[in-house]
């Protein structure tokens, strides 16, 4: 069965630019989180999607937003991109709405110049 | 305010030297603990989900306990393969239903 994937692996932007990542959760999980992990640091809650809904968001501003598309696959987008946005972002997925174990993939690492 | 805690920071171990990783929380409606392992760059891979105190769960040289302000990630006889962060997570009864993590615990074992 395969697990969580993302896409690209690696990315490298300007500040100011957008960034758009993606996670396709495992198949029959419905609900993807999104995860930001700066150099030396733990894992902070970005956001969580169930059914195409966002159900909650953690601490970061407005320019971090994403949606969940009818097969369950995510998109996060960071707007107006700044240094301190590089950091590995992980996505993980779960079969029911917040309640199960969450199986993360191996993470999109963001660099921004 | 819920808080999840990890000692020790860092653990330097021999080979086949026991030893074990501690996370002790402050969580209302505690719902489940879970234990992750990960390695350098990458995704944190699941090993353990807990819900109650006093349940235990083994996998190879990997036994997690709970208590009901605690758990420990013990480690017996481990080789330089268990080397890796390992991170504690709490998730409690809420509508917000958002997991909680710990630091992690980086451990190194010495061949």
């Known amino acids: ?113 | 305010e819920d808080q999840v805690t990890q000692s020790p920071e860092a653990l330097r171990l021999q080979e086949g030297e026991s030893s074990s990783l501690n996370c002790s929380y402050t969580v209302s409606g505690l719902r489940g603990l879970f234990w992750y392992r990960q390695d350098p760059g990458k995704g944190p891979e699941f090993l353990f989900t807990l819900y109650s105190a006093g349940e235990e769960k083994e996998k190879e040289r990997l036994k997690a306990t709970l208590t009901k302000k605690e758990s420990f990630l013990h480690i017996t006889a481990p080789k330089p393969e268990d080397s890796a962060t390992y991170l504690c997570a709490v998730y409690r009864y809420s509508s917000a239903s958002k997991i909680i993590f710990g630091s992690g615990t980086r451990l190194s074992i010495r061949p």
């Open chain 1, 1 to 113: 069965e395969a697990g969580v994937t993302q896409s690209p692996t690696h990315l490298i932007k300007t500040r100011g630019q957008q960034a758009t990542l993606r996670c396709s959760p495992i198949s029959g999980h419905t609900s993807v989180y999104w995860y930001q992990q700066a150099l030396g640091l733990g894992l902070q809650f970005l956001l969580w999607y169930d059914e195409g809904e966002e159900r909650n968001r953690g601490n970061f501003p407005p320019r971090f937003s994403g949606r969940q598309f009818p097969n369950y696959s995510s998109e996060l987008n960071v707007n107006a991109l700044e240094l301190e946005d590089s950091a590995l972002y992980l996505c993980a997925s779960s079969q029911t709405s917040g309640t199960e174990t969450q199986y993360f993939g191996p993470g999109t690492r963001l660099l921004v110049l």
